[in-house]
């Protein structure tokens, strides 16, 4: 496989403007990633060329800004101090959906010679980006005992080129549909009995007849909510195999278009006015403000639900499987990656160390609105709906990876998906050249 190299992007990190010790410090990126096609560097070894680890910073970037992940890096860093109180660290926000500016910063460290200690992304197909410099951490992963301590697919997703790469700190689901109480009852529909996708156009059609409600509340200011929908709404309407084939690289053309015919009537007419111009975080408010019925997203809206005052589970919100996928858990993991020549070595695998514990994984989850990827977590301190994300993900026939965070596609192929909504899928809806487009990016 060839090397990748990291082309020079226009974000810099001031580093002499961070703060001092123990400082959570926020940032927000400027450009997108420019590009990856190559990489200077070694195959990446244990990351012990950047010194012995007692000098410097332990310095960890991640892109947790919003109201479903600022809390819960938060208390990731208490967590952290509590129990590493003589490690020196800055935990750096790079803002931005989907890891976009996160993405693009650390392009240009990388590229500079200039790594952090570790940064949050995803594993799988993922790590094929980072060809050439990404260290080791196997000895991190024998020491714990995270190979029996995990669930398999974290195993299997952290190794690349014959070693393990990162560690996971948890998993979220993605095949989500979440709903505001009241609204739903105000129209009469019962999302339980929406077992697949033609029923849930019915149902946002019925809230559209008898509220003054937006059915669903879409945020397209990123394209990824858009990639992720269309994910879920092929598995849930195509079925799993077909899912597989597509995310496998052999895509049946009419299985994609039967879908994108789906997600046209969807967002041609059942979303929010200003969706092509609100986030996530925006999007999701919807659902807490009552403006909306329903919202696809992953099972971080459950965090920024359980963030929101006097918002209950089972009282003011719900979640339903998305309709079709019963049985299924659409698989993603938060991670943080090794780079190698890593400039505290000795520190950051102390980190890695704390990112694979139990006391980790309950300190981010519980507010992510994600689940530990240990199987030994007491899960007391989560609440009633991971509970059950938890045992669905015991009880799930299928394991199918997602589409748009990692585990599914390449970093390029998801790139390429992406440039196919932006251009053929954003308003107006243009199934023939969507289709086209993404059978073209899949396809082996």
């Known amino acids: 496989m060839p090397n990748v190299r990291f082309m020079t992007c226009s974000i810099m990190t001031d580093r002499d403007a961070r703060l001092s010790r123990r400082h959570f410090v926020g940032a927000t990126g400027v450009a997108t990633l420019a590009g990856l096609a190559g990489c200077s560097g070694g195959d990446g070894g244990d990351g012990g060329d950047g010194g012995d680890g007692s000098d410097g910073t332990l310095e960890v970037l991640h892109a947790w800004t919003g109201g479903d992940g600022a809390r819960a890096a938060e208390a990731l860093v208490a967590a952290f101090e509590e129990e590493y109180p003589d490690v020196e660290h800055e935990f750096n926000a790079i803002g931005g959906g989907a890891n976009e500016n996160l993405d693009a910063v650390v392009a240009n460290r990388l590229q500079n010679g200039d790594p952090p200690s570790s940064f949050a992304n995803w594993p799988g197909p993922n790590l094929q980006r980072y060809e050439g410099v990404l260290g080791e951490v196997d000895g991190v992963w024998e020491s714990e005992g995270f190979e029996d301590a995990m669930v398999q697919e974290a195993v299997d997703l952290h190794q690349y080129n014959g070693a393990y790469r990162a560690v996971p700190l948890g998993s979220h689901r993605l095949n989500c549909l979440f709903y505001n109480t009241s609204v739903v009852e105000e129209a009469g529909v019962d999302p339980d009995s929406l077992t697949s996708v033609s029923a849930l156009i019915d149902a946002l059609e019925t809230v559209q007849t008898e509220t003054d409600a937006t059915p669903m509340t879409h945020g397209m200011s990123g394209t990824w909510t858009t990639t992720q929908l269309f994910a879920s709404t092929m598995l849930g309407q195509e079925g799993y195999d077909a899912y597989m084939d597509f995310v496998g690289g052999s895509p049946d053309e009419a299985a994609v278009r039967a879908t994108f015919e789906s997600l ?36 971080w809206a459950a965090g920024a639900f359980r963030n929101a005052e006097d918002f ?94 990692g585990q ?21 809806y243009n199934v023939d050249a969507a289709t086209d487009g993404f059978v073209d990016a899949v396809s082996n």
């Open 312 to 405: 209950e589970y089972d009282e003011d919100w719900g979640f339903t499987t998305y309709p079709g996928t019963e049985g299924m858990y659409m698989l993603h993991f938060d991670s943080f990656l090794y780079p190698s020549d890593n400039p505290t070595p000795d520190a950051t695998d102390q980190f890695m160390t704390f990112v694979g514990s139990e006391s980790a994984q309950v300190a981010f989850n519980q507010y992510k609105g994600s689940i530990p990827t240990r199987t030994d977590v007491d899960m007391s301190e989560f609440g009633p709906y991971l509970q059950e994300t938890q045992q669905d993900f015991a009880d799930a026939e299928e394991r199918p990876p997602n589409l748009q965070h």
């Open 264 to 299: 046209a009537e969807m967002l041609g007419t059942y979303i929010n006015e200003d969706a092509s111009s609100i986030g996530l975080t925006e999007s999701n408010q919807n659902i807490v403000n009552g403006d909306a019925a329903f919202i696809h997203q992953g099972n």
């Open 408 to 428: 599914g596609v390449t970093s390029e192929v998801r790139t390429a998906l992406n440039d196919v909504i932006s251009s053929e899928f954003s308003g107006p």
